[in-house]
């Protein structure tokens, strides 16, 4: 796992059921390991990106989910189809290991998506899970009794100014995920 780049990706979606509902946006920072003597690794940024998917079945969409990603049709107009996003994503997170906050809620949604549209998921099958990570950082911690990435963000002091959006929450994933480094 060392020698691979980290994907932090984050989806935003049309609600939180991965097999009815929708990706509408995908962002991702890719990352690779610095080695350091004795320290554990730094990160350096490869590349990031950010892709809107536009949905094909917004009358399952729950609505608060909409307003939450700030879903509207003119920013959407000229999203990328399914497939397309799913290739590109494929294509530039080739060989990396993913990393989210709640991984498990975006490799959900990222099999489904792989499945639907016959896009091999070139990533490797290795996931590693900000929750779990801060979960087990702080487990006697009496005061920490949330784990969303807001709330990490507030403990280690990243700032996210447009929560909620795919690019913007992959990139305070990434920072979330070197202060744990530290932490």
């Known amino acids: 796992m060392k020698k691979h780049n980290l994907a932090f990706i984050d ?66 107009l000229f999203a990328s189809d399914l497939k397309s996003a799913m290739q590109a994503l494929a294509d530039k997170t080739e060989g990396a290991n993913m990393v989210a906050q709640n991984v498990s809620f975006d490799a959900g949604f990222l099999d489904a998506a792989f499945r639907k549209t016959g896009v091999e998921n070139k990533m490797r099958r290795f996931r590693l899970d900000l929750l779990s990570m801060y979960f087990a950082k702080t487990y006697d911690d009496t005061g920490v009794y949330r784990y969303n990435l807001g709330t990490l963000c507030e403990r280690f002091g990243v700032e996210n100014a447009k929560a909620h959006t795919a690019l913007s929450d992959a990139r305070a994933a990434f920072e979330v995920y070197k202060k744990l480094l530290e932490a």
């Open 11 to 76: 989806l935003e979606t049309t609600g939180f059921d991965s097999e009815k509902h929708e990706i509408i946006e995908i962002g991702a920072v890719v990352a690779k390991h610095i080695p350091r003597d004795g320290r554990g690794p730094s990160l350096e940024k490869v590349l990031e990106f950010d892709i809107k998917v536009k949905p094909e079945r917004l009358e399952d969409a729950e609505p608060d989910a909409l307003d939450v990603n700030g879903y509207n049709d003119a920013d959407w």
